[in-house]
């Protein structure tokens, strides 16, 4: 990566997403997300900051998978190191930027931070051929927020001209272009400084999200069981709470060696302590992190929980640490 002719720049890895879509039919908003290398949509821009460039992928990012948050977590880790990389900006489409951001916050969210770089993630709502396209003016004032050193190094996400923690970023409107808000985190959220292991592309541990809602039914729980499923995230009803038909069936998945995270399918708000109708008492709660995050979260510490370290941790305190619960830690 390093070329002696560029003291330092800004490195910019395409992943895909809307930013780089081109619009399929005339008139019905149809676009395919993944189309336009990241050479390209830098054309679009003015930076006074020199780039270098990488296209890790070109995917729609409902498409992601495990390998290429892998490679993306690997990428990323060697560009913190490069001592001429002032800071990182990531395209990516929006469906699962919050995820990735959740992921490199807790695989490098730590060493960002003492190499007081920036990772900063990007995209757009609108294809990149749109009249009023929203990926060059994002993309331009993510590689500017990324360029400058005010000290807020760590793990960012930059939509419109707001730019939000990684950790706090949520998708909060499926088509509005001004789609994400910041989730209010507590002051006292941990910033997790040991980063954890990035899990090989066929070695993470598989988690499902189950959805609690009327009429729910535990079958899908037990089949999960029988597949060999490692983790359920709970996407529950309010503050986390379960149907009576499914808490059963999850104990029985916690008594055999399953790990139960309750979150809420509110996707926003803190999910904390102990349900008062005392269902799931030993899963633990999810925090801040909506499902998908604590899908994320729940994966990571269950691998980082496989690994010979000299302090072995078991899964809940890597989680706890993790989402800033009191329990563990
Ligand atoms: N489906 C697209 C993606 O996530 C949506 C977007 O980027 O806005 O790649």
Redesign the pocket.
């Known amino acids: 990566m390093s070329n002696s002719s560029i003291p330092s720049f800004i490195l910019v890895i395409g992943t ?4 780089a ?1 081109l619009t399929t039919d005339s008139g019905n908003g149809g676009y395919q ?2 189309q336009v290398p990241i050479s390209t949509l830098l054309t679009q821009i003015n930076t006074k900051f020199p780039i270098k460039n990488m296209q890790l992928s070109n ?4 498409d992601l998978s495990e390998p290429h948050l892998s490679k993306l977590g690997a990428q990323v880790r060697t560009g913190l190191a490069d001592t001429e990389v002032i800071g990182i900006v990531i395209t990516h ?4 930027m919050e995820e990735t951001a959740t992921f490199l916050e807790f695989i490098c969210g730590g060493s960002a931070r003492n190499f007081g770089k920036k990772v900063v993630l990007t ?3 609108l294809p990149s051929d749109h009249r009023e396209a929203d990926g060059p003016q994002n993309l331009s004032n993510a590689i500017e927020f990324a360029g400058k050193r005010d000290g807020q190094s760590g793990i960012w996400a930059v939509m419109g001209s707001k730019p939000i923690p990684g950790l706090a970023l949520v998708k909060g409107h499926s088509s509005h272009i001004d789609a994400f808000f910041e989730e209010t985190l507590s002051p006292d959220w941990i910033q997790v400084s040991n980063d954890l292991p990035i899990p090989p592309d066929n070695q993470w541990p598989w988690v499902e999200i189950i959805t609690s809602h009327s009429g729910a039914r535990p079958d899908t729980i037990r089949s999960l069981e029988g597949l060999g499923v490692q983790g359920i995230v709970l996407a529950g009803t309010g503050a986390g709470t379960v149907h009576e038909n499914l808490a059963p069936a999850l104990e029985r998945f916690m008594e055999a060696g399953g790990a139960v995270v309750r979150a809420s399918r509110i996707g926003r708000g803190y999910v904390g302590g102990s349900l008062a109708n005392g269902r799931l008492a030993k899963a633990l709660s999810a925090g801040y992190l909506n499902p998908a995050k604590a899908r994320i979260a729940l994966q990571l510490a269950l691998f980082a929980s496989t690994q010979s370290s000299p302090n072995p941790l078991s899964w809940q305190d890597y989680f706890a640490r993790m989402v800033g619960l009191p329990e563990f830690r």
């Open positions: 895909g997403g809307t930013i879509g997300a993944g995917i729609d990012s409902c489409g929006t469906d699962t995209g757009a709502m």
